[in-house]
Every structure is written in C-alpha cells, then in structure tokens.
C-alpha cells in the first residue's frame, strides 16, 4: 500500500473555493476523495484512474473537479461554489487496480488512505 498525504484544507465562505492536494509515495493506479462529516457516514465524493476516467457523488457534480498527475503520484480535488453541506474532513484513498467501470466511489475497495484534511465552509 502506498502513503498518502493530504493539504489545502481550511476555512471559506459559501461560494469560496479550496484546492485540495494528495501525495502518493508510489504510483496507484486508481485514486479517490472521500469525505465524513460528523455523526455522518464517509462518503465518496470524486474517483479517478490512470486513464484519466472519472466519478462524481451527484452532490458536487458541476461544482468539484478531481485531476492526477500521474508523473508526480499527485491527486488534486478543485472545489468550487462551495456550500455549508460540504464542511467535512476529505480523506484521500488509494487503490492500485483497473475498474471495467468507472472508477468506484464505495469505501470498501480502497486500500490506502490519507489522515484527512478539514474543510469548512460558513
């Protein structure tokens, strides 16, 4: 499994935007941003693999885009139009695996995974 580290967090006002990043400590095929708010389930939010396919939660379609610099092991999340309801901790997660589909937003396939990063939006 590799490490992953994650930064750009912090505090915006609705409609603000934040631009998260995650370091990977290898290559991995297929990436993913999670996020949990309290008293609340983690939830995927943006997947992305190797070839450039893509998921979105419904919830920030039009508003989030996630990108991966394959070269840099890198993982971004642009937030947009940011609301109330997106105020969580984002977790990176990682898994070194082709999907048929597109790459998955369930929690249970993902081997690795970052300590998170806290975004609030008021």
């Known amino acids: 499994h590799v490490q992953l580290v994650e930064s750009g967090g912090g505090s915006v006002q609705a409609g603000g935007s934040l631009r998260l990043s995650c370091v990977a400590s290898?290559?991995?095929?297929?990436m993913a941003w999670f996020r949990q708010a309290p008293g609340k389930e983690r939830e995927g939010v943006a997947a992305?693999?190797?070839?450039?396919?893509?998921s979105y939660a419904d919830s920030v379609k039009g508003r989030f885009t996630i990108s991966k610099d394959n070269a840099e092991n890198t993982l971004y999340l642009q937030m947009n139009s940011l609301k109330p309801g997106d105020t969580a901790m984002y977790y990176c997660?990682?898994?070194?695996?082709?999907?048929?589909?597109?790459?998955?937003?369930?929690?249970?396939?993902?081997?690795?995974w970052g300590r998170g990063t806290q975004v609030t939006v008021s």
């Open positions: 997660a990682a898994v070194n695996r082709r999907y048929t589909m597109y790459p998955p937003l369930k929690k249970n396939v993902y081997k690795s």
């Open positions: 290898g290559y991995t095929y297929t």
């Open positions: 992305i693999d190797s070839e450039r396919r893509t």
